[in-house]
C-alpha cells in the first residue's frame, strides 16, 4: 500500500544534488548543472511541507536570521516532523502544492521574507521567493514538466478550477467547500490499485506523520500517475463511490490518515477522519439542491 523505498531514494537523492550544488570545488559549469539538477528533483514534488505558526491561520513559521527572514520549506514529512520539535511538535506540520508557495513569491518578498530555506537541518539550500519563481517558470516553460498548483497548469475540469481558488486564499471557506462538495458528489473516486483480489488497496504514499492515499477524479489521471511513478501501464482502475470509499478508509485498521486528490493537477487533501462530516454536508447539499430545483418546476 506503500512506497516508502521510493520516497528514501528521493530525499537521499536530493541531499546529493544539494550536496554537489553548494560545493566551491566544483568548477562554474558543474555547479550550475548541479544546481539544475536540484531543481529538477524539487519543483515537480507533488507536495512541500511547511510548519505551522501560533496563529489561528494555516500559515507557516519564519524566523530570523540576522536582517534575513527566512520561510524554512521542507521536501519531505520526515524533516519537517524533525524540525516541528522545537515550534509546537508534529502537529504543525502540513503541505501544500508547491505552485501555491510559487505563485506568491511577489508577496511573500514584500512581506519581508528574504529567503526560502530547505531542509534547513539536512543538507540545505537556499533561494529568493521570486528566484524560485523564475526557476519554476523557466522550469515549465521548458517543456521539462509541470509544477503541481502552478498557474501554468490549466485546469483540465471544474474541479481544477475549484481546487486553484480553494489554494489562492487558504481562509476563502466558500471556495474550499464548494471544492469538497464536488469531489464528494462525484459518481466515483479513482485510485491506483496495489495487490489482487480480496487483498486490493489504494495506493498510498508514507512518511513518519502517516499513509496518505493518492485519489484521482478522472481514471486517466490515476493511470497517468501510475506510469509516472513507474508502476507501469495499469490494467484497470481501482473505482468506489465516495460513499465507499470513505467507509474503506475509516474502517478500523485501516493505514492511511489522509488522502490527496490529483496529486499532479488541482492537488488537495484532507484528513480522512473529518471525511464523514463532509460528506453529509455535501450530501445534504445536493438534496436541498433537488428540492430548489422540485420547486421551481
Known sequence: MVDQTFEDNRAALIDTLARAARSTESGRAQQENDWRDLWREVLPLERWFFI???????????????????????????????FSKDFGGKDRVYSSAPGSMITSAEELEKSGVNLVVFNPQNEPFAVMPTVL???????????????????????????????????????????????????????????????????????AVLSEAGATVLAFTTPKRAGE????????????VFAMTPAKAVELMTHPGFEASA????????????????????????????????????DRR
Open 52 to 82: 505551522k505558526d501560533d496563529s489561528t491561520q494555516v500559515t507557516p513559521i519564519l524566523l530570523k536570521d540576522g536582517d534575513n527572514i527566512i520561510l524554512p520549506a521542507f521536501t519531505d514529512a520526515d524533516r519537517a516532523i524533525e
Open 225 to 236: 500517475y501510475a506510469a509516472l511513478r513507474g508502476m507501469g501501464q495499469l490494467e484497470q
Open 259 to 294: 488522502v490527496q486528490f490529483d496529486p499532479q493537477h488541482g492537488s488537495y487533501h484532507s484528513v480522512i477522519s473529518q471525511l464523514p462530516a463532509m460528506l453529509k454536508i455535501a450530501e445534504s447539499s445536493a438534496e436541498a439542491q433537488r428540492r430548489d430545483q422540485d
Open 133 to 203: 519563481q523564475q526557476l519554476a517558470e523557466g522550469y515549465v516553460e521548458s517543456g521539462e514538466g509541470r509544477v503541481v498548483g502552478g498557474q501554468h497548469n490549466a485546469p483540465e475540469s471544474d474541479i481544477d478550477v475549484l481546487a486553484y481558488y480553494a489554494r489562492s486564499d487558504v481562509n476563502n471557506l466558500q471556495a474550499i467547500s464548494a471544492l469538497w462538495i464536488a469531489t464528494l458528489l462525484l459518481d466515483e473516486w479513482y485510485f491506483v490499485p496495489v495487490g489482487e483480489g480480496e487483498n486490493m488497496q489504494p495506493f
